[in-house]
């Protein structure tokens, strides 16, 4: 079987300039480019999606829709940040995956890691639960472990954008080697 390199689509579904998901984004980016891959960024900030609404698609998807989409479909891997807004998944990251998944479902057997830090205790443990539901509705798979939770957020990264607890770093080394790992063997069995 010849070696082929698999793509990565990062995704922070945070809006906000300073967002710490958008920084735990850029770590994972990080270590996943120490792998045989190539890896792009859908930003939902510049992607400005409209508020779902079935009925702007009468006249075809909006162009950013399109986009997206497009995006998915060429990804291998996603790699999703998600921050927790009352104990769920954020609006923007929800809104996305609705747009995306309409009609057609370019994540359909994918592979996903997904992590995520809130400023809170639980680290976004209750927006992860959900966001792994939402995926597996769309045929997507993810690794049952390690599930990365960044907690305290506001101290949770070093000025360099790497960690503070070496411990997460190490997860997320784990997580994205498994994630890889998998996406390879179902792209071979492909
Ligand atoms: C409307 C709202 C609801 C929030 N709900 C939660 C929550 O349920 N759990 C939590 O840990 N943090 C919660 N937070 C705090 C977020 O974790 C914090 O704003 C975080 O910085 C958002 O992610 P970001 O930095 O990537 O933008 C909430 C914040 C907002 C604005």
Redesign the pocket.
Known sequence: MANQTLHILALAG?L?TD????KALQFAKRVASEFDVTISEADLKTLALPVFNEDLRADGFPEQVVKLKQEIESADILLIAT?????SIPGPLKNAIDWASDKTNPFSGKVAAIFG????I?G?LRSQLQLRQVLASLNVELLPQPQVYIRS?EEAFLPDGSPADPKIGKQLRVLIDGTIKLAKLKKEKR
């Open positions: 945070s906000r967002s710490y998901n958008r921050p927790e807004y009352n104990h830090a809130s400023t809170g639980f976004t957020a």
